[in-house]
């Protein structure tokens, strides 16, 4: 993707940083020297520091460190962009998995195997430690966002219109199976209630902004059959199934189910869909709880959405996906790793970090089996309305998407998703479009070198295969 001009994405991030930096955290008690230990902290957006605040004052009672934070006012993805030139030193990074080659070919981070004790990790999913957590031969990473994909609906809207969508094409409304169908209701389901010539209603929204848009493109490319390369790195990105997977979410971008001109990020589409302005959406899993969010998301449909797993193509192929997410690193420069140790012990340990899934306030989604075993209501109204957001969460995880993890690989979701917002706009076709981004792919691939990328790309293949037999294997 193009990024900004370079002078104003580092001046952007030099003032929120330096913003939020000043912006101490609450008064905290000290330890039994009296001082207490700073352990700095990055990340990309408040929300991947919000748990962080919420345990300060035990983080600092117990171990008598204080967190110091530093991050944007609003979710960026252009967080290295100043990460890598500041001279600047931090304790702790909160990165995407997919990101975590950037840092480690800049040898930027502390492997952490000698902290991950066999009792520690024993809880955690094989889809996040495996995948997500492990790069190279080390690991870099610990879990602390799962961030799984569900399709959310409407239930009220379904119920509403049922007959008339079986009247009209001979089967049940229901949630979508596949992607035709998914496309297919959403143009059903776009209304004008009112009947003033204005839609009120759409029936869906894509994200397309914010680094994160090739995620909506890809779990329809992948679900159909698609693969990123052939066995010697060759892009098959611009296969038939490619364009298919790309046109029709073109075909979609340029129809009136979608609201017009609308190139959302995460929180614009969060907003679209709990503010009720669209009937089904593709979302992170988090958008569960937050539809019963009267305040902090100021949700307006509560009580009103269900959940299933995302939409496929053929049949077998992995569906949905866990993408972005975040794990916490320890930088290599730190003065402090064993502290900064406790700090991410803390913050992911089965205990604690059944409070991060549980808030309206956090970003945080299940990475650890316990998380998936919660006997009480939580955010929810009730046990039963819990139990199936989890049961959800835990039958999307079985065949599934996983982010590419090879050197290169944020630089080449960064490619498609650039060149997949040119064909949204009609900027380039969607052949264009793919074409563009196998050529720029291959200059990638060559750049970190043909024979170390089949590799690696191999490797991870193997992963994401082995991970996926695991997790259908578990009852």
Not at 22 to 41: R, Y
Not at 166 to 173: A, D, S, T, W
Not at 378 to 401: A, M
Request: charged residues 25%; glycine residues 6%.
């Amino acid at each position: 993707m193009k990024h900004l001009p370079w002078v104003i994405v580092t001046v952007l991030l030099f003032s929120l940083v330096g913003c939020f930096g000043s912006n101490d955290p609450a008064p905290t008690e000290k330890d039994n020297s009296g001082t207490l230990t700073t352990i700095k902290v990055i990340a990309e957006s408040p929300g991947a520091v919000q748990f962080m605040k919420m345990q300060e004052k035990e983080i600092a009672k117990k171990y008598g460190i204080r967190l110091e934070y530093n991050y944007p006012e609003r979710l960026t993805e252009n967080l290295e962009d100043f990460l890598f030139s500041t001279k600047e030193n931090y304790d702790i990074y909160s990165i995407f998995p997919v990101k975590l080659p950037l840092y480690v070919e800049r040898d930027m981070l502390l492997p952490l195997e000698k902290y991950m004790t066999a009792e520690f990790i024993s809880d955690l999913m094989p889809f996040y430690q495996k995948l997500y957590m492990e790069f190279g031969n080390h690991t870099y990473g610990m879990a602390y966002d799962g961030d799984a994909h569900l399709l959310f609906y409407r239930k009220d809207i379904f119920k509403k219109y049922q007959d008339e969508y079986k009247q009209k094409y001979g089967v049940p409304l229901a949630p979508p199976k596949t992607w035709e169908e998914y496309d297919q209701i959403a143009h059903f389901l776009t209304r004008d209630k009112d009947k003033d010539g204005k839609v009120d209603i759409y029936g869906t929204a894509i994200l397309s902004e914010g680094g994160m848009g090739y995620i909506w493109f890809a779990e329809r490319f992948l679900s159909m059959g698609g693969t990123y390369f052939d066995e010697n790195m060759k892009p098959e990105i611009n296969s038939e199934i490619g364009v298919k997977a790309l046109q029709s979410l073109v075909d979609l971008q340029n129809s009136q189910a979608v609201p017009p001109g609308s190139m959302y990020d995460w929180v614009d589409l969060n907003n679209a869909f709990l503010q009720g302005h669209v009937a089904m959406t593709v979302q992170w899993s988090d958008t569960a709880r937050f539809s019963y969010d009267l305040n902090t998301w100021n949700s307006k449909v509560s009580g009103m959405v269900d959940w299933t797993v995302v939409p496929g193509g053929i049949p077998g192929a992995p569906t949905g996906g866990s993408w972005i997410g975040r794990v916490l690193a320890i930088s290599k420069n730190s003065n402090m790793p064993d502290k900064a140790w406790q700090v991410i012990q803390h913050l992911t340990s089965e205990e604690v970090s059944i409070d991060s899934i549980n808030s309206y306030e956090t970003i945080n989604d299940p990475y650890r089996y316990s998380h998936l075993s919660i006997n009480n209501k939580g955010p929810f109204p009730s046990i039963e309305v819990s139990e199936h957001f989890f049961s959800t969460l835990r039958e999307s995880l079985k065949n599934t998407n996983a982010e590419l993890m090879i050197p290169g690989s944020w630089e080449y979701m960064q490619s498609i998703d650039h060149n997949m917002r040119q064909a949204l706009i009609n900027k380039l076709t969607t052949e264009e479009a793919l074409e563009q981004t196998a050529k720029e792919w291959e200059e990638i691939t060559e750049k970190y070198g043909r024979d170390s990328q089949k590799e690696y790309y191999q490797k991870w293949l193997k992963n994401t295969d082995e991970v996926r037999k695991i997790a259908s294997d578990e009852k």
